[in-house]
């Protein structure tokens, strides 16, 4: 059974940095890409950064100069860093994961909440 748990969320001022955190049982991440998607009030929810199973890693062009993700196979966790945090990065957070041969996140974790104050 998949689960993916969220951690690292929380209120933070315009121009600080957080880590938010996800933790994976029941999978695999050589047989599993991991996602970050983000959802703010009112608008759709998107993917924002992407580590494959083969570690090849993918930020959307809007904030690749200040999201960063990573993983720890040993610790079967998947981080996303984000640097220069904006008000416009206030948003839930959620971490997904496929398999290697699917096109659509089949696991999704409960969300952590990132609110960022002037």
């Known amino acids: 059974q998949v689960q993916l748990v969220e951690s690292g969320g929380g209120l933070v001022q315009a121009g600080g940095s957080l880590r938010l955190s996800c933790a994976a049982s029941?999978?695999?991440?050589?047989?599993?890409?991991m996602g970050w998607f983000r959802q703010a009030p009112g608008k759709e929810r998107e993917l924002v950064a992407r580590?494959?199973?083969?570690?090849?890693?993918y930020i959307i062009p809007s904030v690749t100069d200040r999201f960063t993700i990573s993983r720890d196979i040993i610790k079967n966790t998947v981080y996303l860093r984000i640097d220069s945090l904006k008000l416009e990065d206030s948003a839930v957070y959620s971490c997904?994961?496929?398999?290697?041969?699917?096109?659509?996140?089949?696991?999704w974790g409960q969300g952590t909440q990132v609110t960022v104050s002037s």
């Open positions: 029941g999978l695999s991440f050589s047989q599993y890409d």
């Open positions: 997904a994961a496929r398999r290697r041969s699917f096109s659509v996140f089949e696991y």
């Open positions: 580590i494959s199973w083969n570690a090849n890693q």
